[in-house]
């Protein structure tokens, strides 16, 4: 199956110094947003974004950074981080995003990978990492500081704030200050913009080459199929390390002339959201599931006639939410309803995400159907689109207007989808990366000689050119009778269970799958008995615990085919973390870690497992 999306005739390559540039040249006071000390959200203009990244701009380029050098920023996604991006761009350097909350070692593979002369760093803490790693940097010169630092005892490396840079930027000869703006648009649309490691879930991470037109192409593209304006409010949240949220919270975002307003911390969202009353918000699925877990916890926790009218309440606003994405008419007793229901539970939904949001998005990983119909009952429509770090991100987007849940939309324009033989997506269009750095056989291996990428995702177009995604290539687990399972739809439903917080199944080349559990505490343990003072890790030992949760996984693998359901289940204590290792920065477990680090208990569950079934059988043969 084969589906494209022709490039629009007025469609030119172009680059990251234009975008940035032609956004300066409509200026507007409510550009970006941050909250003060006091609490207060303060408004900064386009003009005031252009001279700060001006400064900093021409601040590298007098201390010796030339176009192409590699520098890296290692902080949250604040405003900082976006207009040390736009100063970067605009001096012709690459930039390497680097996640706050990975560990040293890690932090280290990416900038010595890289070769990155230099990096900003958000505050005293990630400079402190840098000095742990700082002998292992021959290429690293000059971290720069946007919150005031003081540089670790026995560092060499040069330290500034990011106001010192900024001063160096303002003063600088003229030679550099008068062609700030010509050397930036000399950047060609095939030049390098950016090296973003991927997550490493299968060794170590590589650095994907995004070029100038890449995320030009992608902006332009995006904004043709999605209706966003000036008069729009985004909140960011994600990381700005992650493609996801540099293109659709930053770049697009700058196209478009909307206001952006930055959450003081991932932890404060849920404030910032009432505080701010976005229009617009991009998050991840477990984002969503979060969202949905606690509606659901609150009413579990109120019990009674509340428990009771949201369940009803769920179930109204779902059926009217169906029938309208299916065109169908409601009538007037569901309407009638669907609007009490609104009134009852919604409503309230509503009013803590600040009241205005038209749209979220979603992208990153499949978001599960149970929570995007939810959100559809609440009229906080989730447009859900696919993508990768390779393809800038954005592959596909649900038709605002056309919405089918379950699927990840129709390709943008320029580009083109099919499913290759073994069932995995291919696409091609300007959006592709320019390769692996300094891996050419891994590039090779993605992008074939007809410019097909292969993303190692499995899926289906159906009839009406909907993509839908079922599962990772590389995660499909085939067991030793030959069956294929993709474990990602039942994960999806067993941490639907209010007693689990994580699943992750396993079993591929064995003879059936297991799953494994991390418990969801605040519900279990008020279920068990005689354990008020135990640790959660003697919790998750318990008998009680396993008698419960395998009760939920029973009944939320009910409808899987026989083979698909896990047979048997480990209980580990969790939680599971980025700075653990279980988790990538986007919240996605690492399926291969706990496979690695769990092996001893898999293999002891299976051998137990299989010992039972052996005793079954001699018992069926005995006369």
Same mark, same amino acid.
């Given at each position: 199956?084969? +589906? ?84 970067? *761009?605009? $001096? ?89 703006? &010509? ?8 030049? /390098? ?25 992608? &902006? ?44 003081? &911390? ?24 979060? !969202?949905?877990?606690? $509606? ?7 019990? =009674? ?25 409601? =009538?007037?007793?569901? $309407? ?34 149970? !929570?995007?119909?939810?959100?559809? $009952? ?16 954005? /592959? ?18 320029? %580009? ?6 073994? =069932? ?11 390769? #692996? ?32 995604? %079922? ?22 439903? *067993? ?16 003879? @059936? ?7 969801? #505490?605040? +519900? ?28 939920? +996984? ?5 409808? @899987? ?36 680090? @769990? ?6 569950? #299976? ?17």
């Amino acid at each position: 199956m084969h +589906v494209s999306s022709p490039l629009p005739e007025d469609y030119r390559p172009g680059t990251l110094p234009e975008l940035f540039l032609d956004g300066l040249s409509r200026p507007r006071d409510d550009a970006a947003r941050t909250r003060g000390a006091d609490g207060v959200w303060i408004s900064t203009s386009t003009d005031e974004i252009g001279r700060r990244a001006r400064a900093i701009a021409l601040g590298l380029r007098a201390k010796g950074f030339v176009t192409g050098d590699r520098v890296a920023i290692l902080s949250q996604t604040r405003l900082e981080w976006a207009v040390a991006d736009w100063g970067l *761009i605009t $001096a012709g350097l690459t930039s390497v995003p680097v996640y706050p909350v990975l560990p040293s070692e890690q932090v280290q593979y990416i900038l010595a990978d890289s070769g990155a002369r230099a990096v900003f760093v958000e505050d005293q803490e990630q400079l402190d990492k840098l000095a742990e790693i700082e002998p292992n940097l021959p290429d690293l010169e000059l971290a720069i500081a946007f919150e005031p630092v003081t540089s670790p005892a026995g560092s060499a490396l040069e330290t500034m704030q990011l106001d010192g840079l900024s001063r160096l930027g303002e003063s600088a000869p003229d030679v550099l200050a008068s062609t700030y703006e &010509s050397h930036a648009r000399k950047t060609r649309p095939e030049d /390098l913009a950016t090296l973003i490691y991927t997550s490493g879930t299968t060794g170590d991470p590589k650095g994907v080459m995004l070029t100038h037109g890449n995320f030009h192409s992608n &902006s332009d593209m995006a904004l043709r199929v999605f209706p966003i304006s000036s008069t729009d409010v985004a909140l960011a949240l994600l990381p700005l390390a992650h493609v996801f949220e540099r293109t659709v919270g930053h770049y697009i975002m700058w196209r478009a002339g909307v206001t952006v307003a930055y959450a003081e &911390s991932p932890t404060t969202a849920a404030r910032d959201l009432g505080e701010v009353s976005p229009t617009f918000m991009a998050a991840v699925p477990r984002v969503f599931e979060k !969202v949905l877990e606690s $509606a659901e916890g609150a009413a579990r926790e109120a019990g =009674g006639a509340k428990e009771k009218i949201f369940g009803w309440a769920r179930r109204v606003g779902e059926r009217r939410a169906m029938a309208e994405l299916e065109g169908r008419g409601i =009538g007037p007793v569901l $309407a009638a309803q669907a609007a009490l229901a609104d009134r009852l539970v919604f409503s309230k939904l509503r009013a803590r995400t600040g009241g205005r949001i038209r749209y979220f998005v979603s992208g990153g990983a499949p978001l599960p159907l149970a !929570v995007g119909r939810f959100f559809f $009952a609440a009229r906080l429509p989730v447009v859900e689109g696919y993508g990768l770090t390779e393809t800038s991100p954005a /592959l596909s987007f649900n038709p605002v207007d056309a919405i089918r849940l379950g699927t990840v939309g129709k390709p943008i324009p320029g %580009t083109e989808v099919r499913i290759a033989e073994d =069932g995995e997506i291919l696409a091609r269009g300007p959006q592709i990366m320019a390769g #692996y750095f300094n891996k050419p056989e891994a590039t090779a291996e993605a992008i074939d000689d007809d410019g097909w990428f292969h993303t190692g995702d499995v899926g289906e177009i159906d009839e009406d050119g909907y993509l839908r995604i %079922t599962d990772r290539k590389k995660d499909l687990l085939i067991t030793a009778y030959g069956k294929n399972i993709a474990p990602q739809p039942i994960e999806a439903e *067993i941490k639907r269970h209010p007693l689990v917080a994580e699943a992750v199944m396993l079993g591929d080349q064995r003879k @059936f799958p297991v799953v494994v559990i991390v418990p969801e #505490y605040t +519900v279990l343990r008020p279920q068990l008995h005689g354990v008020e003072e135990a640790a959660d890790a003697d919790l998750a030992s318990d008998p009680q615990t396993r008698s419960l949760l395998e009760g939920a +996984v029973r009944e939320r693998c009910a409808e @899987f085919a026989h083979y698909e359901r896990p047979r048997e289940l480990l209980v580990v204590p969790g939680p599971f973390t980025i700075e653990g290792g279980e988790l990538t920065p986007t919240l996605k477990v690492k399926r291969r870690v706990i496979q690695t680090r @769990f092996a001893d208990a898999i293999d002891a569950l #299976y051998e137990r497992a299989e010992d039972a079934m052996s005793e079954r059988e001699k018992k069926r043969d005995r006369p």
